[in-house]
Structures are given as C-alpha cells and as structure tokens.
C-alpha cells in the first residue's frame, strides 16, 4: 500500500483585525465621499495630518489599500469600494446604538476647578452645538486625579497636561491638544514684583514658588514647573496642607505669602496680583483626555467644540518666544 501523500504545507493567509475603532471607519467614509482629505479633515472637525494617519491606520489593520492617491486626486482602490457599504452598516448600528441610549447617562467632563477658563469653555461650546445632549462637569482638580477617575469610567473626558502623566496611565487613555496655555505667577500684595505689569522668568530668580509639590492629584503641575525653573534659581515651595475648596486654597496661600505659579486665566484670589510670565513665554500644554475606546454622542461634540475654539482662537499658536518642555512637543499634536 502506498505511503499516504504528505499534507499540502499551508499556504499564507490574513488574519483580519480583531477590532475596528468605529473613528477609523468614520474617516475613511469621509474621505470616501469627499475624495478630498482637507474636506474630509474639515467635515471632521480634525486636522487632515490626523485625518491621514486615521486612514492608514485602518489599511494597516485591514491588510489592504484603500485609496490611491495622487497629487491631483483621491480615489478609492477595489478593496476601498468593497469596504463602504460595510462600514456605513456598522455606523449607522453604531449611531442607532447611541441614540437608544443617549439619554440614559449624560457626558461627565472634569473641568479640574470651577473656574478653569478653557475647560469650561469647551463645555458650553458643546452644549451650543448639542442642546439635546447632556453634558455634566465634574471638578477633580488635576489629571493625574481626574485619571483613575477615566479609567474607571466614572469620568469621560478631563483637561490637562498629557504628558505629565505616569505611563502606566498614558497607556489607557487618549487625548487632543487643546491649548498652549500661558503661565502667569499670583504675588502677594505688597511684593517686589507686584509693580511690575509682566515679569520677566529671570526675575523670579531666589524666590520660592507654590506649584503643587506634595498633591498627588497634580504632580503632572509640579513636574512643569520643576523643568521651567531648572537653572532659573527659583525653588519650588514645600508641601503645604492640601486644601480642599477654594476657601481654604486662597487661606493657606495667604499663610505662606509665597508666589503661586499659575495660568494667565487663573482666578483672582483676595490681596493678590496675577502677573504674566515672559522672556520667555512659558506656555503650559493643555488637552482633551478620555479613556481609549470611549463611545458616547455627547463625547464627539465635545472634540467638535475643542477643535473649533482651537482654530477661532489661536490656541495652537505658539509664539516666537513660547517655552514649553521639550516632552510635551510631541504630544501636543492630534491624536493617532
């Protein structure tokens, strides 16, 4: 009898993605019907580099090309016609799934403290834009304490630096630059610099200056000003007793009459002066964080509102004599 025939050595094969971020269809639609990326990226409300990287990203997940491009046009491959009618399935799912469910929980979004000017205007742009669509604010006073927050789904979305994250945490979130937020110092009535209607960084050299150190909510904070003033000859103060409500800030604050560093939007607090910081123009790098996978309706409008204040006001512009930590240059860019 003869020798059974050796099995045919398996040929290669693809393996398909075992998830599919609905965003990534969601741009590839877009561009799919515009076949333009900067009307795409526009319709969007992201920016085309994004837009493009959302788009090669899915052909890297899918295994496949989906448009060919070329200076003059954009038109979809075989593989880009075929995967249209499922992707609008799988959105127009996804659109009636959050429509059933809209109205159940509204968007929880951390402003850090009540009176946090670009947070808090990104919310009420959102609400303008979705009057529908509830969107709460929640006040966790610092990413790192908004961020356990995120991860464990008891707050959607929060404002702050990125970058100052642990990367334990950085690992399951995401964000979009929001701001270059410039910084300011709060002097106490009565101080040497207080005459002066902007202070120059060289000027705070032998002070002691409040940045946070010791709150475990805000050491993303500390950490920026422990790199602004590295070299500058100013210290960063102490640890204080952490306070809670703003009351007790402006209190102990008063007790220690040491300069506070801050935000040019920061909030008055009584028998202070707020002062800009300049020469140069430190810049504190604000974003939109969420947790990775986050499906919400409220969620998209609220990215829709950070996008659009960005552009109408000159967030992302960085001046000539702007400073920011050389870590954080390369997160203030759109999202992968």
């Not at 491009?69 to 799912?93: H, K």
């Not at 210290?235 to 220690?256: D, H, N, Y």
Request: with cysteine; aromatic share 6%.
């Amino acid at each position: 009898m003869p020798a059974p025939s050796p099995a045919p050595a398996p040929g290669p094969h693809r393996t398909g993605p075992h998830h599919l971020d609905p965003r990534l269809l969601r741009a590839f639609l877009a561009v799919a019907d515009e076949l333009h990326f900067t009307r795409a990226a526009a319709r969007l409300y992201v920016a085309q580099q994004a837009l493009s990287r959302d788009v090669r990203r899915l052909e890297r997940e899918l295994g496949a090309e989906l448009f060919v491009r070329t200076t003059r046009q954009v038109t979809l491959t075989g593989d880009g016609e075929r995967l249209v009618p499922y992707a609008r399935r799988v959105l127009d799912a996804q659109d009636e799934l959050l429509a059933a469910f809209a109205q159940a929980r509204p968007l929880l979004v951390d402003l850090n403290f009540p009176d946090q000017a670009t947070a808090r205007s990104v919310l009420l742009r959102a609400r303008e834009l979705a009057p529908d669509l509830e969107l709460m604010a929640r006040y966790e006073s610092g990413l790192t304490g908004a961020a356990g927050e995120l991860l464990a789904g008891r707050l959607d979305a929060s404002f702050g630096r990125f970058a100052g994250l642990d990367p334990a945490l950085r690992a399951g979130l995401d964000h979009q630059p929001v701001r270059y937020e410039p910084m300011a110092v709060v002097l106490p009535e009565g101080h040497r610099l207080a005459s002066l209607e902007r202070v120059p960084l060289a000027a705070l050299e032998g002070e002691t200056v409040y940045a946070g150190a010791g709150n475990p909510r805000t050491p993303e904070w500390t950490d920026l000003a422990r790199q602004l003033f590295e070299g500058r000859g100013i210290a960063i103060a102490p640890p204080v007793p952490l306070a809670v409500g703003e009351e007790e800030f402006q209190r102990i604050m008063a007790k220690t009459r040491n300069p506070i560093l801050a935000v040019v939007d920061f909030p008055a607090m009584p028998a202070t002066v707020l002062r800009p910081l300049v020469d140069p123009v430190p810049l504190s790098p604000l974003s939109l964080v969420w947790r990775r996978g986050l499906v919400h309706p409220a969620f998209d409008v609220l990215r829709r509102a950070a996008v659009e204040l960005s552009v109408e006001r000159g967030w992302l512009q960085l001046p000539a004599d702007g400073w920011i930590p050389a870590i954080d240059q390369h997160d203030m860019h759109p999202c992968d």
